[in-house]
């Protein structure tokens, strides 16, 4: 599996688009281990206005991208995740470091400060924490 | 023939020529190990790290003790290193190590003077936190290695770092340390137990003088070991984890780290902004399922450096220097040519 890291972007959607990761992100954390198209657009519907046609497109496309993989049931398509949260993001990491070029220093510190700019960025980062940090204890 | 051809000719051909070379090699090995589908990206940091910096260390260590060796013809590698008082010394290659040495140094202040450590404060508002990071530390057996090693400084702009070569010690910067959990400082802490362990700040510096005194293979090599380095912080983060480091704190420490200070000059572009992201994702990752270790911790890489080095420094002396004369005799040759 290949992807092209997504600058400006950040957790699943480094890889993934906008609607490939919202999916993803709910088959990890309600660990649907074997779904169909209609379990997923079940949960998204809670969120927000979705067809059918369109979930059903994106998660053809995610089979089609190696992240889920599907087996017949009848009429229908039984999906489910090919790798963990853990090995899709640690499988990314290739694609991650293959765009870093910047500057690097011989001290090792935590982080290194990033520019003022992307301070929503960084606010973005903690509420992602929050919200899985939230996700974790339901 | 003056006899500063070689040394002052010699010289400006290993850094115009011989070490780029070098770093063309190892250029095109990272390139190969960076591909490799076996394993992931996070393996394979002590061989990559041996190519980044031994493409200019070895060859300038086998070049140096080879000038000693043909300064004193035919002698033992100890009596070349000890017994200077004979009579039959060959000056040239003498020289040629000497030029070397002074360009290797002076081309090596750079990172020196940048190297700085932060200054640890003992004030009384920095007692408390220092009272409280020592129990977090006992109370916490991943953490033992960092006994009587973490320190706190008043730096505002520092947030958390590992300084010393030998003995690498933990700075905590007092105002960062001051919005921070106890959770959260334990598992950064438990990030940069692993540099201590690992003597990060020593490879580090290392690794920065190795392309310091390649000023024109350097842009060969950069990429890569930006690459390394981040693979590196990447690798800090697991193991902590591995070693019980809680990864959702774990994450929040490391964005409250990279904040910037009011008024501190920023360094870093978008594109570093992408590695934190993905730390912060695989930390998010790892909440879900604790990972596995992946790979070796690297307490060999030291061990296997040094043995490479002592065999760069004595092969001259026991297989013959060759290459020197091809360097020397190349030298002089250039000159008769553009002298004519």
């Known amino acids: 599996m290949t992807f092209r890291v997504r600058s400006g972007k950040k957790g699943l959607e480094l890889r993934l688009h906008n609607l490939e990761a919202t999916i993803m992100d709910v088959v990890w954390s309600k660990q649907l281990t074997s779904f169909v198209v209609g379990d997923v657009l079940a949960i998204l519907e809670k969120q927000r206005e979705i067809a059918y046609t369109t979930v059903m497109t994106t998660v053809t496309r995610l089979y089609e991208k190696g992240i889920l993989e599907r087996e017949r049931d009848g009429k229908r398509y039984l999906y489910s995740p090919k790798l963990t949260r853990a090995e899709f993001m640690e499988s990314t990491a290739r694609e991650v470091l293959d765009e870093v070029v910047g500057g690097h220093q011989a001290i090792a510190l935590l982080a290194e400060k990033v520019s003022e700019a992307s301070a929503d960025e960084l606010d973005d980062l903690e509420a992602l924490i929050q919200k899985r940090r939230e996700e974790l204890e339901s | ?340």
Request: with cysteine; net charge positive; aromatic share 8%.
């Open chain 2, 1 to 340: 023939m003056i006899e500063a051809t070689f040394p002052l000719l010699g010289t400006a051909f290993v850094v115009l020529g011989v070490l780029p070379a070098f770093a063309l090699v190892a250029k095109a090995g990272l390139v190969l190990l960076e591909r490799q589908e076996l394993g992931g990206p996070l393996h394979g940091l002590g061989l990559r790290y041996v190519l980044l910096t031994g493409s200019s260390v070895l060859p300038l260590a086998w070049l140096l003790s080879a000038g000693l060796h043909q300064a004193e013809t035919g002698k033992s590698a100890l009596v070349c290193l000890f017994d200077h008082d004979r009579t039959e010394l060959c000056f040239e290659p003498g020289y040629f190590a000497l030029v070397l040495a002074a360009a290797v140094l002076a081309l090596s202040l750079g990172v020196m003077r940048k190297h700085r450590g932060a200054r640890s404060s003992s004030t009384a508002a920095t007692e408390a936190l220092i009272a409280r990071l020592t129990r977090i530390v006992a109370s916490d057996p991943a953490l033992a290695c960092l006994r009587g090693r973490v320190f706190v400084t008043d730096e505002t702009s520092f947030a958390l770092g590992t300084h010393g070569l030998l003995k690498p010690r933990v700075f905590v910067g007092s105002a960062f340390a001051a919005h921070l959990s106890d959770e959260m400082l334990a598992s950064a802490l438990g990030h940069e137990a692993e540099h201590v362990r690992a003597l990060d700040p020593l490879r580090y510096l290392i690794l920065q003088l190795a392309l310091a005194v390649n000023p024109f293979g350097r842009f060969l090599l950069e990429p890569h070991a930006v690459r390394w380095q981040a693979a590196r912080e990447a690798h800090c983060d697991r193991e902590a984890v591995i070693h019980g480091a809680a990864p959702l704190p774990l994450a929040d420490a490391i964005v409250r780290a990279a904040r910037p200070a009011a008024r501190e000059v920023v360094a870093l572009g978008a594109r570093d902004t992408t590695v934190l992201k993905f730390r912060i994702g695989m930390l998010l990752a790892f909440a879900e399922r604790a990972p596995a270790r992946c790979c070796p911790q690297g307490a060999s890489a030291f061990p296997v450096a040094f043995v490479l080095l002592l065999i760069a420094l004595l092969l001259p002396h026991r297989t013959g220097t060759a290459a020197l004369d091809v360097l020397h005799t190349g030298a002089e040759h250039t000159l008769t040519y553009f002298w004519r």
